[in-house]
Each structure stands twice: as structure tokens, then as C-alpha cells.
């Protein structure tokens, strides 16, 4: 990162609005403990073993015993000696952490700075002032060169801190193969505590991967339910290290994120503080850029809302609200270099005074409006119905996209609040697809909650890039399961980790039942199923691939199936039906009673709609319309006739609100 191009608003709040050392404190007595009790794990195993080894059990089988015990022996000791290694270092990142903190100006000062210097310009009328305003800047440059200093030093600090950090021994394969305990049925590796895992040292079901807790995960060490990748707390994750569920992208602390190091929710891009940004490293929601500190700015380096530049381009370094253009310091302003309100301002450019009304645009109605055609107050864009929109066609408030209803929209065409992405009904969705739900991110077009990856869902906590029916599922490839918790592809049931399965806990493929972890030599799994590639119950499928239940499905393009016993996959997804009563060509539908090609959800007809009852749509491309019984194009909302509209019962096309 480059703190040296963060103004002093930006360094201070993000070191004053974090958790503080609390959380490291707690994780370094957390590491120590552990370490505690992997130590006396170790000299207790070690000590029963050797005992046995040397009075009560004599001959080949002790001996092939310890000599699988001694290796694991060795390892606990390892693993505790890596978790006081890990305690040691988190209580030094605490005290980096508290070292820059100290050395961070308060938000506050900089605040007070900020303030000085707008009320010493606006009454410079001679010039008078000149010294102090020389002053108010002379201090702002040490804060920032303070900020700046204390930043890199963290990051400095940070990054050493994570370079001493060593990879943990592996348990040794021979132990590992030797103990083959689980406790659970179908399940292909040990130490798993539930059913249906591939891997090792998994509690819960249908996991693919190891050291996982909870179901349905594919990757290792996560905590929660449906991530694809490694170390998530929560649920719904594409990548890795996130807090928080349906994120795509890496060490995000929210849900709905797409991309990395995000603290909030909906955000497109990374290092955001916030929700529902379209960029990189703002502290503030809605906003179109980078490194705005504010809401719903259009441009980059903003400390305010509703700045954007003109026709809703991007606006640059504005200080204040609503104002048109760039390095504007004030509300409503519309140019460049303006100290002021309306068209009563200061130009720094050519040193000459104007006086005028609040507004600085057209056709408005309000108070600090610089845009045109505006109903409210602090609008920087054009036909905005609210406060502080700087994008064009919103109803609500801080939208920086287009034809928005709702709060904090970056996106276009949303009905909702702190959508990154664009044509969604609910909040804190991101990423480039259309959802009916919140806190979605990716590629998908999903009808529920926390879902993340490129898939399609109905449901919510399902993760990847398959077509899934349910809710924490996490298949790679094409997916096409209906149900819970699988992480295989193509099933009908709970907890598989294989492929192609009508049951639940089945880590092979194409079984008919449950706890099974061989393959079965079948074109089908399930009971009345036609054609091939087909899990569950009287599905007909013609090529692709189909889950649940009276499915029928010309799918064509689908590839391989799951027959021959080994395989459950291949293919890239096209034909992929997953649900129950669809019927579809051969792009496939996920939900229940959806008519058409690439529907998600539940009674839609047409195409690559998303949601409940919609009916809109064309046959060449993405047609998509989100929400509840719309029957025009490209709607989000609730039963919208017209095209491009969000809101709801409207009857007129490209308009954002309620009932004209």
C-alpha cells in the first residue's frame, strides 16, 4: 500500500475505527493455550505408548505399532512448538499494532484542521487572514507526514511479523494412512467426525478437503459451512481467510465482497472500509472510485457526499456535498477550484468573488443541488428524487450509479441498499451478477442470501461456481446439486463429497442410499430417471446434467455423466438443471416450476431471470430481471412492467421508484 497518498482523513480513521489489540491479545492467549495442551498431549501419548510397547503388549503388532506412534509423538510436539511460535508472534504484532496507534493523529485534529481552514477562506474578504491560513496548512502537512510515518511503520511491522510465521508440520503420511478411524459413515480419509467426507480431521458432513468444521466446505481448514477455499470463518466463501460469508475474493471482514481486504459489506474492489463501493480503498459507502472518504461519490480522493464531476463523470479532491467538478471545497458548487455554496463561492483560480443562489445547476428543486433536474438537496448528478446522488435516475439517497431505488447504490438499476454490482433486489450485493437477495458476490445470479463464486443459486451459503438448489453447497465445476451441505457435484441429498449421488453422506460416486465411499457402474443414481448424468427422483434429461425432483431437461451440450462408476462429472455446465418441476432447453434452470433457459429461482418464465414470478426476458442474451413478478426487461423490483426500471409497480421504462 501507499499511505503517502492518503490524505490524513483516511490513515486516522482507519487506525481509530478498527477493533484495537483486543482481538490479537485474545488470539495470542488462545495460541498459548493450545500449545499447552498439545504439549501435554505429546508427553502423554509418548508415555502410554512406551508402556505399552515395553510391559503389556509384546510382539509384531506392538512393534508396528509404535512404529506408527512415534512419528505422531514427534508431530504433537511439533504442533505445540508451532503454537507457541504463533502466540509469540501475535502479542508482537499487538505491539506493533499499539506503537503505530500511539503515533496516529486522532481523527479528531484533523477534523478541527479541516474546519479552520474552510471558515479562515470563506472570511479572507481582504486577505487578512493569509498568515493563519498558512498555519491551519503548515500543521495539516505535518499531520499528514505523521499519519504517513506511522502507516509504513505499521505495515512495515505487520508484514515482518507475518514473514516469521512458518508453515506447520504435516501429520507423517504413514500415521495418518495408519489410524483410518472416523467416526462416521462414507467417508474416504480419517480422523473425520461425521459422514461423507473426503479428507481427514473434518467435523461435520460432506466435506472435501481437511481440518474443516462444519459441512459441505471444499478446501481445508474452515470454519463454517459451504466455503470453496481455505481458512473462512463463516459461510458462503469463494477464497480464502474471509470473516464474514458469501465473499469472493480473500481476507475480507463482512459478507458479500468482492475482492480482498474489505471491512464491510457489498464491495466491489478491495481495501474498502464500508459497504457497497465500486473501487478500491474508500472509507464510506456507495461510492464510484477510489479512496473517497464519504458516500456516494463519482471520482477518486472525495471527503463528502454526492461529489461526482459532470454528466456523471468522475469528480476529484472535493471537500463538502453535492458539488460538480473538481478540488471544490464547499455544497453544491458546480466547476473547478470553488470555495463556497451554490453560486456564491470563492474561485481559487482567479482569485474573483460570486454571488448567487444555493443551487448551482438546472431545473432543481431543493437546496445545494449542482446537477440538473434534481428534486432534493446535496445531488451532484441528473433526475435524482433524494439526498446526496451523484449518479443519474435515483430515488433514495447516496446513489452513485443509475436508475437506483434505494440507499448507497454504486451499481445501476438496483432496488435495495449498497449494491456494488448492477439489475439486483435486496442489499449488499456485488461482484458483475444479478441477484434476488443480499450479501451475494461474483459472477452468479442467485435467489438468496450470502451466496458467493459464479454459480447460480436458489438458496443461500452456497459457494463456487455450480448451479445449485439449496443452501450450503460448495460444488466445483458445474455443480447441479439439490440439497445441503454437498460439495460434490450433481446430487440429490446432504453431505456427499462424491458426484451424481441420491442420498446423503456418499464420498463415491452414483450411489442410490446412504454412508457409501465406493463408485457405483450406473448411469443414474436415484429411482425413474431417464437418459443419463441424473440424480434423484423421475428427472428427464436429455444430455447435461439434472438433480432433484420431475426435472426435464433437453440439455445437449452438458458432457460426460457420471456412469462407469469413477467419474460423476465432466462437462462445463451448460444443460445443468437443478431443482424440481423445471422444465428447460439446454441451458438448464435452477429452483422450482421455472419455464425457459437459465432461470434461478422459483415460477419464473423466459430467460436468465432471477427470483419469484418474473416473466420478462429475451432469447439472445442476458434478459435478466430481479425481484418478484416483473414482466418487463432488465427490471429489479417488484411487478414492474416497463424496461430498465427499478422500484416498483411501474408501468414506464428507465425510471427508478414506486407507481409512475
Partial sequence: ?????????????LMYSGAGSGPMVAAATAWDGLANELNAAATSFGSVTAGLVA?????????????????????LGSAAGSAAAAAGQARAMTSVYEAAYAATIHPLLVSVNRSQLVSLVMSNLLGLNAPAIADMEAQYEQFWAQDVTAMAGYHAGASAVAAQLA?????????AQALGINFGVGNKGSLNLGSGNKGDSNLGAGNTGSNNLGSGNRGDGNLGNANTGATNVGSGNTGNSNAGSGNTGNSNAGSGNTGNLNVGSGNAGSNNFGSGNRGNSNVGSGNIGNQNFGNGNIGSGNIGCGNSGAG??????????????????GFGLTGNNLIGIGNTY???????????ALNSGTNNIGLFNSGSNNIGFF??????IGIGNSGVGNFGFGNAGHTNTGLFNSGDINTGLANSSSINFGMFNSGAGSNAGSFNSGLGHNAGDFNSGGGQNAGSFNSGTGLNFGSFNSGAGFGGNT???????????FGNAGDTNTGGFNAGNVNTGFGAATNVNAVNSGYGNTGSSSSGFYNASNGGHTSGAFNNLNGGAGGGGGGGGGGGGGGVGKGTTAGIYNTSGKAGNVGIANTGMQNVGYLNYGFQNTGWGNSGGNQTGDGASVGINNSGFKDSGIS?????????????????????
Fill in 379 to 384: 445531488n451532484s448528478g441528473s433526475g435524482n
Fill in 55 to 75: 510391559q503389556a503388549w509384546q510382539g509384531p503388532a506392538a512393534a508396528a505399532m509404535a512404529e506408527v506412534a512415534t512419528p505422531y509423538a514427534t508431530w
Fill in 167 to 175: 508453515p506447520w508440520r504435516q501429520l507423517p503420511a504413514a500415521a
Fill in 312 to 329: 456523471g463523470t468522475a469528480g476529484n479532491n472535493n471537500i463538502g456535498l453535492g458539488n460538480t467538478g473538481s478540488n471544490n471545497v
Fill in 346 to 356: 470563492y474561485d481559487q483560480a482567479t482569485g474573483q468573488f460570486s454571488f448567487g
Fill in 483 to 493: 440439497g445441503f451441505f454437498n460439495s460434490g457435484n450433481v446430487n440429490t441429498g
Fill in 640 to 660: 414492474n412492467v416497463g424496461d430498465f426500471s427499478s422500484g416498483g409497480f411501474k408501468s414506464t421504462s428507465g425510471h427508478a421508484g414506486f407507481f409512475f
Fill in 1 to 13: 500500500m501507499n499511505f503517502s497518498v492518503w490524505a490524513p482523513e483516511i490513515n486516522s480513521a
